[in-house]
């Protein structure tokens, strides 16, 4: 099946939020914000952008940047929320299996299986998901965007598009196969670089083994805050290809040695079975 | 709109300037990003770097309230172009549509000569006596020749010819002095002027795109004249991706003011009725204008037959020719008298008016000087509000720091359906009348205005009936019926579109409206809207329509008569040929137009000489306006300081605009006290006087309370770090806000002055899920010369440290 992506054209945004809105009401993660009711109001702390980082029951959110190239200044909008990484650390150091690749492409998360472990948290390179523990019932989950195939809110196998994209006012989200979004995305920065913006760029062509969420920049991606030539921890390249796989050995040998116990236990318990047996007769 | 929102995709420049459609008008900026992709250099005038600005190729500052010396710097430059480079621009238009070669009384004398003022003040110079502020406009006239038609010099070079007049109007503001005022940096402003006056080319495109940041001003009207100076200059009215385009702040504002929203004017812009109007024919007389030139379509020369039809629609049987079609029925206002928003306040302030129905708006949040307008609710016997959810006009008297039971005021609070829970039509600014319906059922007892409105009339009737009142006929003969219990939403559509009544039949258009009480229309503009043929509002055909320029005329219906261009016999030359062939609107094929409904199906002015009108029928003389006789203030845009500024007027020693009324001179804030330019605006996050978004969840999450915009100089000046609460505070009030200090709003360097200034968002007040301290509190009681729009976009504040 081919490949699905979100494009996300970073001239076209107006940063008007409708995205991080949609987000929060589809999946739901509206019932923790702040009210006056009870007893806390959200503030302002001296920027359009709030809330102030990505969190459990905040999967995207745009971030806004000043900033004063050659004196004159730019006003910067990005789109932060999982990038959908072919090569993704999450995947690769979720111990419990919850965060897999659809096979659509993207990082889907089966919240129901995550043990909270907060290995994700460390592995992914753009700093995305985040980990929050009940304080009543001691249980830890992660959270972060599934690319709205949440369970029972699945709007991709309902064959829609996400919810951000559904939103866009200014077109600047598309959804679609990813080799038509890689094509579409050229053909934009091609324009860019055709009207003066040198450096423009697509970001997530090949990234990690190509993103699920592309962006067209009019600039360098660190303009931008984003990761230049992002890569996966050599210790989580470790833990899935050595240390897991030491781990399902030794985890494995545990198994065994326990069922060898086992076995010769029983074959123990058994001799000695026998014998009262043979002395009561 | 003279275009509409799809036809900015065809513009080759646009300019936003007093506006910020990427922050207020979110969906529509995506019509602005495709002419941007297709090539389009989109310019952003700000006094600070915004959202817009953030996608424009060149930016702009400007000092609040500067617009007409920013304006008038580039028609000085295109003059000055035109001089040099006469190829590059369209002469034929401005000599042939434009009064540019009309000859004015030579006893004009305008700014230059007279210290700021024009001929004909009442008053001296910075007259303080309310009398005296007004003009004579005599001197201002158009030389008329013995048939009383305008004498032309179509060679331009007459000393009194517009075209000459214009040439020393505008002179006085060079790039120099246009940064001297406006606080531009003059290589940006030429930057601006060269990139914009590529539009005058024939075959290209500019539009204007304007919103509240032009409007509300002591100057307002002004600023927007200015931007149709420019316009016509350059050839951009009538024409595919050009025009002067208001974005309304709100999905039914152009409905609502052709419905009759303002206190001046009858539906369908018919002038309202004063004093001096004994008889119908005396009103008609009064208000109908007059065309000797055989030329001239003179279109309001049907006035008589609009409102004729307009007095049947309301009193039906009950208007004959013999009561003057009940004509005697309507109120008459005093004549010269305001009564827009501020008069209002004022009035219920002062106690005049005892009682208030106050209907989808929340004035306690968004009323200039809001305390005042507090105060004034409380002076009001009653108050009725309709409204989705408690406002703060609703709450007035429950508003910190006041007793209630100090206050008498009895008010009601009647549960109103949102836009999205009623069925009707919303006219949006491009003048598209679309047809809605109801998505979701409305909470509890919540009824609809209509309803509302309905129930009113008939209990007002019934009451009038049984026992009797001042007038009780213009309550008790009106021509009402429009069902039972609930009232029909359709039959209200089909009763401004108007009858034949006669044969019953639904009118196809206002060229069948007559003045002998045979036909009925509830407003003409709307004929044509609904008839025989069905409801026209809904059609929703998506396909563009003629020569692809995105017309979709059967999407919707357009005022007038479906026209989506209007003024677009400019768009083609005398022999109806489009100037731009790549986008033609109309085109004049064998012996007819081909394109938009043509504004008039007469003839093209060479071909037919004998039978052709001038292009731009709605003014008497059919000729587009550059020298405007009919304004407050002036017949061209001349450059004043707001009520509250920071420096002496650098044009002149007439300080502010000579013509508009002072309501409370002891309120105005002086630089040395409030050294600071304020201005308001609004979040792409909220909506207006907050009530709607101030109680939903996800938006105030992302812009929770009000905050004051400044640069980091002006921060560093107070002593203040970003996110530090700040005192705003102004002659009318204080306000507690959370300071964003910013690289984009950045000091004003006026050759060699140095001006700082802040925005305040105006969307909050003390009720609802998200509260906070709301902008107008220091806003001014003063308005506009003309329109009285009140002067939210520039007054004085001073700012200091918790």
């Known amino acids: 099946m081919a490949e699905k992506a979100i494009l996300y054209d970073a001239t076209r945004c107006t940063a008007c939020r409708g995205c991080q809105a949609a987000c929060k009401q589809w999946n739901e993660n509206d019932e923790f914000i702040p009210t006056v009711e009870n007893g806390v109001q959200s503030v302002n702390r001296g920027s359009y952008e709030n809330p102030p980082d990505l969190s459990p029951t905040t999967w995207l959110k745009m971030e806004f940047r000043e900033v004063t190239p050659d004196g004159k200044v730019r006003w910067l909008f990005n789109r932060r929320s999982c990038m959908h990484c072919t090569d993704a650390g999450c995947v690769k150091v979720c111990p419990s299996g919850a965060l897999y690749h659809h096979e659509l492409g993207f990082v889907a998360y089966d919240k129901d299986i995550c043990t909270g472990c907060g290995y994700c948290e460390d592995a992914c390179p753009f700093d995305v998901p985040r980990y929050e523990r009940n304080f009543v019932s001691g249980i830890a989950k992660m959270d972060k965007c599934t690319f709205c195939t949440t369970p029972g809110l699945d709007r991709i196998a309902g064959g829609w598009e996400p919810a951000c994209v559904k939103t866009c006012p200014p077109d600047a989200l598309q959804y679609g196969d990813r080799d038509q979004l890689v094509a579409e995305g050229k053909k934009r920065v091609e324009a860019l670089i055709a009207k003066g913006w040198t450096n423009a760029n697509l970001y997530g062509e090949k990234e990690l083994g190509g993103l699920h969420v592309m962006y067209v920049l009019d600039d360098h991606p660190a303009v931008y805050g984003l990761p230049v030539d992002p890569q996966i921890s050599a210790a989580t390249i470790a833990w899935q290809d050595v240390i897991q796989p030491i781990g399902w050995v030794v985890g494995g040998l545990t198994i065994l040695g326990l069922g060898f116990n086992y076995l010769v236990a029983r074959a123990n318990i058994n001799r000695e079975k026998e014998k009262k047996d043979a002395a009561r007769s | ?802």
């Open chain 2, 1 to 802: 709109m003279t275009n509409h929102w799809n036809d900015i995709a065809n513009a080759d420049v646009i300019m936003a300037i007093g506006s910020n459609p990427a922050e207020n008008h979110p969906a529509a900026f995506g019509h602005i990003t495709d002419a941007k992709e297709r090539g389009a250099q989109l310019i952003s005038v700000d006094p600070r770097f915004t959202r817009t600005s953030a996608k424009a190729d060149i930016y702009s500052p400007l000092r609040s309230g500067t617009d007409i010396a920013f304006i008038d710097g580039m028609i000085k430059y295109v003059l000055d172009d035109i001089d040099h480079n006469p190829g590059n621009y369209n002469m034929s238009y401005i000599k042939e549509y434009t009064n540019a070669a009309y000859l004015i009384n030579p006893g004009y004398k305008g700014p230059a000569d007279l210290d700021g003022l024009f001929s004909g003040y009442a008053g001296g110079l910075n007259e303080t006596d309310g009398n005296k502020r007004k003009y004579d406009k005599s001197s201002w006239q158009f030389q008329l020749d013995e048939k009383g038609i305008p004498k032309r010099d179509m060679t331009l070079q007459d000393p009194n010819c517009v075209f000459q007049i214009m040439k020393r109007h505008f002179a006085r503001y060079t790039p120099e002095k246009v940064n001297e005022i406006t606080g531009a940096p003059v290589d940006t402003f030429l930057q601006i002027c060269q990139t914009y006056a590529t539009s005058g080319q024939v075959g290209k495109a500019g539009t204007i795109l304007y919103a509240m940041g032009t409007t509300q001003h002591t100057y307002g009207a002004q600023n927007i004249r200015s931007y149709c100076i420019l316009q016509l200059l350059l050839g951009n009215i009538g024409i595919a991706g050009g025009g002067i385009n208001a974005m309304r702040g709100e999905s039914n504002v152009q409905g609502s003011t052709d419905h009759c929203l303002l206190f001046h004017i009858l539906p369908g812009y018919l002038k309202v009725p004063d004093d001096t109007d004994d008889t119908l024919d005396k009103y008609l007389e009064r208000v109908t204008p007059k065309s000797n030139d055989p030329k001239s379509a003179n279109w309001w020369q049907h006035t008589p037959k609009y409102m004729v039809s307009l007095l049947k629609a309301w009193y039906g049987n009950a208007a004959t020719r013999d009561n003057q079609f009940g004509f005697h029925y309507l109120p008459k206002i005093e004549t010269g008298k305001n009564y827009s928003h501020i008069s209002l306040f004022e009035a219920m302030y002062s106690g005049v008016i005892k009682g208030m129905m106050c209907w989808g708006q929340n004035p306690a949040v968004g009323g200039p000087n809001a305390n005042l307008e507090r105060l004034a609710l409380g002076e009001l016997d009653w108050l009725v509000v309709t409204d989705i959810w408690h406002t703060e006009t609703a709450n007035f008297w429950q508003r910190p720091g006041v007793n209630k039971a100090d206050i008498k005021t009895e008010v009601f609070l009647l549960p109103a359906l949102n836009s999205f829970e009623k069925e009707g039509s919303v006219t949006n600014s491009g003048r598209w009348s679309q047809w809605r319906y109801a998505a979701a059922a409305g909470p509890g007892v919540a009824m609809g205005d209509l309803w509302m409105l309905d129930w009113l009339a008939r209990k007002l009737m019934e009451m009038y009936a049984n026992e009797g009142g001042p007038n009780a006929e213009a309550i008790t003969q009106l021509n009402w019926n429009y069902g039972h219990e609930h009232p029909d939403v359709h039959a209200v559509a089909k009763e401004i579109n108007g009858y034949d009544l006669t044969t019953g039949k639904l009118l196809p258009s206002f060229t069948k409206l007559m003045d002998d009480g045979t036909t009925s229309s509830g407003n003409w503009l709307y004929c044509a809207s609904y008839t025989e043929d069905g409801n026209m509002a809904a059609r929703r055909d998506p396909t563009p329509g003629p020569f692809n320029i995105g017309l979709y005329p059967n999407w919707s219906w357009c005022w007038p008569v479906n026209r989506r261009i209007i003024y677009n016999r400019a768009s083609v030359d005398l022999n109806g040929e489009p100037w731009d062939k790549n986008h033609p609107v109309i085109w004049w094929q064998g012996d007819k137009w081909v394109g938009d409904v043509p504004d008039g199906g007469w003839p093209p002015m060479a071909v037919d000489p004998e039978n052709t009108k001038y292009p731009f029928i709605m003014k008497p003389e059919g000729h587009a306006r550059f020298f405007g006789p009919g304004m407050a203030e002036g017949p061209l845009p001349e450059h004043y300081e707001p009520w509250e500024s920071p420096i002496k007027n650098p044009m002149s020693p007439q300080q502010s605009n000579p013509a508009f009324k002072i309501w409370r001179p002891d309120e105005q804030g002086t630089p040395d006290k409030y050294p600071i330019v304020c201005s308001t605006y609004r979040l792409c996050e909220h909506w207006q006087g907050g009530q709607m978004t101030r109680n939903m969840p996800w938006l105030i999450e992302m812009q929770p309370e009000p905050f004051v915009e400044m640069s980091e100089e002006l921060a560093a000046k107070i002593g203040i770090v970003n996110g530090e609460k700040v005192i705003v505070e102004s002659t009318r009030g204080q306000v507690y806000l959370t300071a964003v200090i910013t690289k984009r709003f950045k000091p004003f360097q006026m050759n060699g002055t140095t001006v700082h200034q802040v925005g305040i968002p105006w969307h909050w007040g003390f009720t609802g899920l998200s509260t906070g301290d709301s902008a107008n509190k220091l806003t001014p009681h003063v308005g506009d010369a003309n329109t009285m729009i009140p002067e939210y976009k520039a007054f004085l504040v001073n700012i200091r440290k918790v």
